[in-house]
């Protein structure tokens, strides 16, 4: 080690890379790739920009940053998501291979030094930060658990939470075509959702639920990289369904007897009573996020002002404490 090298000891902490969805500006992912650049050494970062929503030129960023290409056609709540996080996946460890990776949206934002997020990481026994939470009560994980659920998603397990979750993964559906106007004419469909159980697909695959965000370890993307037939049912099932995003990785992260999951995602969020969508965060929240333990925030909007505080706070030198 030469005398140089950061007194924690760069050769010993884990190397990180990120996996982010994008669909919006290109300079709010331009931001959160500079910050990201800060934190974490200019770290391995795989995107996935939906560019058929809105236009971005992928010259701007540096060679550290892959984009999945083609694209998928992404959509709120939609499977397609899922399909566009583990394309990212893919990407990431083919090109990389980091120790551990996280789960970002480009409205996402580092609350945490990363050299303070990789001492963590390098001392978690953990192989996932995932928050899982069963459909069914009586469901338990195949793995091993360990830690509390994060407090700012306790709307997850409200009764008229888990009900919907019933009724959008394990229920069986019938669908009637109708006619839609918007955003455009076209054909769609009414769903009706029968409360009878589902067979076959979560028999022996207990079906989890929660927040879309997490991190993993090089463990768990080897896992949600394999084609087992499971996954592949559990796609197939999922592919029309409704808020797939909170549930695929959960199901398959819980049911995987090697993995030990820590249930606290390290995210921070404002669901402000609970809706379809957390508010966004400001100079209000400021302390309350950096005194979290979160490693990142969501969701800010494009341009706030709040993202130049918390730049000052994590250039501070007590900030990796």
Known sequence: MSTGDPPHGRANLPTVGFVILSHGKASQLLRLVAAIDREYDRPPIACHHDFGQAPLDINQFGNNVVFVQPHIATGWGKFSVVQATLASIDVLYASYGPDWFVHLSAADYPVMSGRKVKRLLAEATCDAFLDGRPVDARATP???????????????????????????????????????????????????????????????????????????????????????????????????????????????????????VCLDNKRFAEWNGGGAHPMFLGEDQLDEMLSSGAFFARKFQHGSEVLDCIDGALAAPWSDQ
Not at 214 to 220: H, L, M, R
Request: hydrophobic share 35%; aromatic share 14%; with cysteine.
């Open 142 to 260: 195949a793995g091993s658990t360990i830690g509390t659920q994060n407090p700012k998603l306790d709307h997850f397990n409200s009764a008229a939470n888990q009900r919907i979750k019933r009724l959008f993964y394990t229920s069986r559906e019938i669908w009637i075509p109708l006619v839609r106007w918007k955003p455009k004419l076209r054909l769609g469909r009414f769903t009706y959702r029968t409360g009878w159980r589902v067979s076959k697909v979560y028999d022996e695959f207990p079906c989890f639920y929660g927040d879309f965000w997490f991190c993993g370890n090089s463990k768990t993307a080897k896992v949600l990289m394999e084609e087992s037939e499971k996954h592949a049912n559990l796609r197939r099932h999922l592919r029309a369904r409704s808020n797939a995003d909170e549930t695929y990785f959960q199901t398959v992260i819980m049911n995987e007897p090697g993995l030990q």
